[in-house]
């Protein structure tokens, strides 16, 4: 099997294709497309074994949004699923400059798509997220029937995405699915993001930025539970289907915060305060321009049809994490 992974330089491909050798070694081939944003890191894949190179593993440096090259890219491979995950995925910065965003995220996803039917594809798998429902007050979960209510502009480029994915599958049969994931954590992501973020000031002495009074809620899932569940939904579910995929595990920034700073105690040192007192470590910024306040799943159709379940436990994948940006933290610093 042949497969486009889209973005996966970043941070959920990289762990995605990881994922896949693991799972499916030699039996599959992978051909990583990335533009290299800023928030891609070529060193991403570096432990990929040598023998996948060029043989199971290829990597092209395209932009989705360029037809011309991505079309002779699917000439050259004639991939059997594409799965994209290419986006510019950071909200502040699709409130500064909403116009890469929908290039990428919209224009970019048309392009795919047009290629997919050109070419037969098997599956189109668009990796969109929760934010296309909007906020939540402190009850109640988004479900797949949840009406989209973006907030920022870049969750109305997902939304569009997905709507766009689903007229193409009405109006020219093309198989696709699309599954909503909550807020993923583990390594390579990009330090603009909370948690590589709070943990990389903590390591560099400097205070963790928290937005308004650090009340907002969003359920976390450990990055290796994501790429399962589309692994599942590529190979086990039928077309047009859309699955939100969730942990269950909601925290507020500020408990999330203190728990990582309870994991970063010896670095603690780096600061002239009682180790004891968190809100030393925090600094309370303005809050984000609509910024929803509760994200919450109901990841229960996944659970029910593929029978999937997130496997980390948050304490032991949290471990994992920081001692992860510890140990590499000469990839960001
Ligand atoms: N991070 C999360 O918590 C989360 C949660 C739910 C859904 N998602 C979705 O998952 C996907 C991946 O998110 P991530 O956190 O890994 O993002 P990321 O920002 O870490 O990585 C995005 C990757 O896409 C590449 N890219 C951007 N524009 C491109 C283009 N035009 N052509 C080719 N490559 C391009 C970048 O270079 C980068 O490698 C996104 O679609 C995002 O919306 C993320």
Request: net charge negative; aromatic share 14%.
């Amino acid at each position: 099997m042949k497969y486009f992974v889209t973005g996966g330089s970043g941070f959920i491909g990289s762990n995605f294709i990881y994922y896949m050798f693991n799972k499916y070694g030699s039996k599959i081939k992978i051909v990583n497309i990335d533009k290299l944003t800023y928030a891609a890191n070529n060193q991403n894949l570096n432990i990929l074994p040598e023998n996948l190179n060029g043989v199971n593993y290829f990597f092209e440096h395209v932009d989705i949004t360029d037809n011309e090259s991505m079309d002779l890219l699917f000439k050259k491979y004639r991939p059997d699923y594409v799965v994209n995950f290419a986006a510019e995925t950071h909200v502040d910065r699709s409130i500064q400059d909403p116009k890469v965003f929908l290039t990428s995220n919209i224009y970019g996803t048309q392009v795919l798509m047009d290629l997919c039917l050109k070419y037969g594809v098997k599956r189109f798998h668009q990796v969109s997220t929760d934010e296309v429902y909007g906020s939540l007050e402190n009850d109640g979960y988004f479900t797949e029937e949840t009406p989209v209510d973006p907030s920022s502009p870049y969750s109305a480029s997902k939304c569009a995405a997905d709507l766009l994915c689903k007229s193409y599958g009405n109006t020219y049969n093309l198989p696709f699915t699309i599954s909503r994931c909550s807020n993923n954590f583990g390594p390579y992501q990009f330090p603009e993001k909370l948690i590589p973020k709070a943990i990389l000031n903590i390591l560099r002495g400097e205070k963790v930025p928290l937005y308004g009074d650090g009340g907002n809620v969003r359920d976390w899932l450990y990055v290796d539970d994501h790429c399962e569940a589309i692994d599942l939904i590529l190979h086990h579910s039928e077309n047009k289907q859309i699955y939100n995929i969730g942990g269950n595990n909601e925290w507020t920034n500020f408990t999330l915060i203190k728990q990582l700073l309870s994991r970063l105690d010896d670095e603690l040192s780096n600061f002239e305060t009682q180790k004891n007192d968190e809100t030393k470590f925090i600094e309370y910024v303005n809050d984000r321009q609509g910024h929803d306040r509760r994200y919450a799943i109901d990841s229960s159709k996944i659970q029910r049809e593929l029978k999937w379940r997130p496997r980390a436990k948050f304490e032991d994948a949290l471990d994992k994490t920081v001692d992860w940006y510890i140990n590499n933290r000469h990839f960001y610093l």
